[in-house]
């Protein structure tokens, strides 16, 4: 029976391993223009980023096009981001900030943004990787912006505004989040431990189960793993990952009270990302404190026919009831329709800063 079947998978395999070889050659040819690339660069511009988000959008956007299947879109964008993180990695390894330690949904966002095959810099708050990309410490920062359960996250919100770093992309990922012991019971915990976004995420969770266990917050859900993975009275609030990599067993997976939870994250950078031909545009706007004016700021906008797919708001800190409004804008800046709109909005608003155009996710 064993050997018949055997026999039957014997030429697919050989197949395979005949297209694998084919694929690997490709590959290799594929890495070597890369590398030329990477030289051109270098001789034109040293100071020229070799990370270029709208060339990289675009490959992966023309393939889901040319995809006859079987194999899915999510796949062919999975497997590219990986073939060209591994040839941009052969032409400078990106050094990627993110909030750590290692395990946290900053850090699987942006390997799963950038691919794995960047130098990983992980950091101790969303403030630390502003100012690591701020001064060369790294090249692109990767911050959560926006959870789904939760809304804004107002600390990169914050950043956003007093830094000069630009948006270059967005990733969304779907959060899913475990209790994590080091035995996989709860009969040891007196504390559960995580982000203070993640408890939230998890408030009527941990009301209905565990209402009597304190809850303490920690600077991220894989630093709370980290804390639990040495002292078997916590238990951690985090992801699959955090789990493997601090060697702790799943108690209750799925404690999210919204199973559709999802974070949105931005990458940050020096780069200013050009037109990809589906792209988003943040800005951050301010307006006088008088009748009628968000109104006026939201005009252009209507008139030049530019979506609107995000608009919140956070308190300017003058104690006069003033905001500042953060959008995203369906077009890149340098398209006629928003650059129209965006010309007759600085008109109107006393601040405005464009914080980057980049590639829609979708
Ligand atoms: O086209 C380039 O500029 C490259 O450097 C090549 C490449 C790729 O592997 O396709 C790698 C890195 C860039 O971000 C974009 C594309």
Redesign the pocket.
Known sequence: MAKHLLERLRPWRERIDALDQQILDLLNQRAQA?LE??KIKEAYNAEDS???PE??AQ?ITHLQNLNTGPITPASVQAVWSEV?SA??GL?QKLRVAFLGPTGSFSEQAALAHFGHFVEPVPCQSFDEVFRLVEVGEADVGMVPVENSTEGAVNRTLDLLLNTSLKVLGEHSLAIHHNLLTQSGSMEQVQRIMAHPQALAQCHNWLATHYPQIQQDAASSNAEAARIASQDASVAAIAGKKAAESWGLQVAHAGIQDDAQNRTRFLAVGNIESLPSGNDKTSLIVAVPNRAGAVHEMLAPFAQHQVSMTRLESRPARTGQWEYYFYMDLLGHQEEPAVQSALQALKQQVAFCKILGSYPCQD
């Open positions: 890369a690339i990477g070799i990370l270029k060339r990289e490959i060209i040839c941009r032409e």
